[in-house]
């Protein structure tokens, strides 16, 4: 494994350390509130309700549409598994890879542990990297499922692994999955989250700092903040979840996937609704109320063009090397 990729893993492997010894529980069907997220969907069930959800039942439409039995899926990247461990419990045959061992461990814990027997399938998990891992399979997998994972490689990168994906999965299989698309953040949204910030902070609701620009200077420092934040990235690029994070965006990874894999469906997902969300604070009532308003705000600005998506979801069907593009 190269440097690049033991890094990768180290940073996965703390981060999920940190996220269970502090209480994350990372299954869509028991999470709890959980105040280490101070601004992240996964601090309250309602915002995983809100954001992970609905991504997690286009993946399964998208699989169910296929009309198997029992499909065979192997979703790469899975983390600590709530995407594998619901596809598990819907019947599916799930393989889960991921490069940092602390995740897998957890995602194993998570499966050990779970209540909801009836109807699952089947459920395994390794430590191993995706390249490595691909290589060696051919037409093994109705699906090949990606959440948040893509956007760790190089458009070149994603190149290389599409063909690979191509050729993991049977005739007829499918990719489906989501990625954020950060890069799509531009001036105008980053104004409009920045006035619903100073709101909200201003009646109490928000974390964040109370500082309010009142000059052109201050207001364009402030958006800047606003789209580097979006990416985590701060000056010296210390926030970002790992060293590959965001080495691809929207135009990247939607090129790779559509040169190797026929569109079934590519959808527009929230626009900053997660960026804002999670930094909700005040009585569970009132910020439940403000979270479905933002829910249904940033789903219309999206509609109406005002903002744009920053990620997307897509379902794709695999492309025999021969067929016309
Ligand atoms: C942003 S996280 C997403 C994890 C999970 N899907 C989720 O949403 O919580 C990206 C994941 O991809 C894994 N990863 C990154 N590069 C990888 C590689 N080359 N092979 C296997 N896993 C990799 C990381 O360890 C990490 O768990």
Request: proline share 2%.
């Amino acid at each position: 494994m190269d440097e690049l990729l033991k890094e990768e893993a180290k940073a996965f492997d703390l981060k999920m350390q940190e996220r269970i010894n502090a209480g994350h529980i990372p299954d869509l069907r028991l999470v709890k509130t959980c105040h280490y997220f101070y601004n992240n969907v996964w601090r309250e069930p309602l915002y995983v309700n809100l954001s992970i959800w609905p991504r997690f039942s286009f993946i399964l439409k998208h699989i169910k549409d296929q009309g198997l039995r029992i499909p065979r899926i192997l979703e790469i990247g899975c983390g600590a598994g709530f995407i594998s461990l619901e596809l598990a419990r819907n019947g599916c045959n799930v393989t889960g890879i991921d490069i940092s061992k602390e995740s897998i461990k957890a995602a194993k814990k998570f499966a050990n542990e779970n209540p909801f027997k009836e109807g699952f399938g089947y459920l395994k998990y390794h430590v191993a990297e995706i390249f490595d891992f691909l290589k060696n399979i051919k037409n093994a997998f109705d699906a090949i499922v990606f959440y948040g994972i893509l956007h760790h490689f190089t458009f070149f990168e994603l190149m290389e692994l599409c063909p690979l994906m191509r050729g993991a999965l049977k005739k007829d299989g499918i990719v489906v999955g989501y990625e954020p698309a950060y890069d799509r953040f531009n001036e105008s949204s980053a104004t409009i989250l920045l006035i619903l910030k100073k709101l909200l902070r201003n009646a109490g609701n928000f974390f964040e700092d109370t500082f309010i620009p009142d000059n052109e200077y201050e207001l364009m420092a402030a958006i800047r903040n606003t789209l580097l934040s979006s990416k985590q990235i701060t000056e010296n690029l210390t926030k970002k979840q790992s060293i590959k994070d965001f080495s691809s965006g929207y135009a990247d990874i939607i090129t790779a996937l559509t040169f190797n894999f026929k569109t079934i469906a590519n959808e527009n997902d929230h626009g900053f609704f997660e960026l804002l969300v999670g930094g909700l604070r005040g009585k569970k009532e009132e910020i439940e109320k403000l979270a479905r308003f933002i829910d249904v705000v940033d789903k219309k600005l999206v509609e109406f063009g005002s903002i744009h998506s920053l990620s997307f979801r897509f379902a794709g069907k695999k492309r025999d090397s021969q067929q016309k593009k």
